[in-house]
């Protein structure tokens, strides 16, 4: 692996709900064969989103096999926490904190991105990386009310890997499934790679400091 892809998987490693796959890609080409790039992306119908209600925490319940295994190497306990810039020159734009908990080395780590929003599309930027795309293609419960409760967010370049997540403002899902919601990805047109599929992410309230009842 050249200097550049360590770099990157290295700011990757904690990128969480992201896909850094736009430069990932070189990890994948080497380590996954070329069976899991794309050579085309899906190109789903967007929901409209109220930025101000998709603000707060959001778990990671589970993520696609790539992504997990090139740059969430033992994380668990993913969380990001959005806040929704109201002024200034990044007016609109959604201030990402991603946080993680890494099993093997014991360390927290914590990334600030920029989640910019260019109508019903996004892209998810880190200082020294490329932007990468970041698009909600689910979104379940009441904004208003709930301020969502589930979202689903797909990642795809051309020539890139693909990737989804799946978030949840509970660290379990609420009310849908797994299978559920791949079907529902299928339906947009949205087929995962057999060694693509989600991998669910470790959410235990112990391990992840949550216990507090
Ligand atoms: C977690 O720590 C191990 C051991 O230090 C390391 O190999 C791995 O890349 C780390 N994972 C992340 C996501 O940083
Ligand atoms: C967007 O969500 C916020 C927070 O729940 C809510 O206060 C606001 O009324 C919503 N806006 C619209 C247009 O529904």
Known sequence: MGRVSAHVLWLCAVLAMVACFGVGAQAGR???GRTLLQST??????????????????????ATAVQKSFTETDAVCISGRYSLITSGPNNNAIRIRLDSYNTSSGDYSALIGLLNVNGRSFNLQFPGLPASDYRIIYLKGDPIKDRYK????????????????????????????????????????????????????????ITCGRNDD
């Not at 929901?47 to 990671?60: E, F, R, S």
């Not at 609420?174 to 995962?192: H, M, N, P, R």
């Open 30 to 32: 080497t380590q996954a």
């Open 41 to 62: 992306c899906a190109n789903p119908a967007l929901p409209d989103v109220n930025l101000t209600a998709y603000a707060g925490v959001w778990y990671q319940i589970g």
């Open 150 to 205: 589930t979202a689903m967010t797909y990642s795809c370049t051309t020539g890139s890997t693909q990737a989804i997540n799946i978030l949840s403002r509970k660290p379990t899902l609420d009310g849908d499934t797994i299978a559920e919601l791949v079907a529902y990805a299928q339906s947009l047109g949205i087929t995962l790679e057999a060694n693509n599929q989600i991998v669910l992410t470790p959410q235990d309230a």
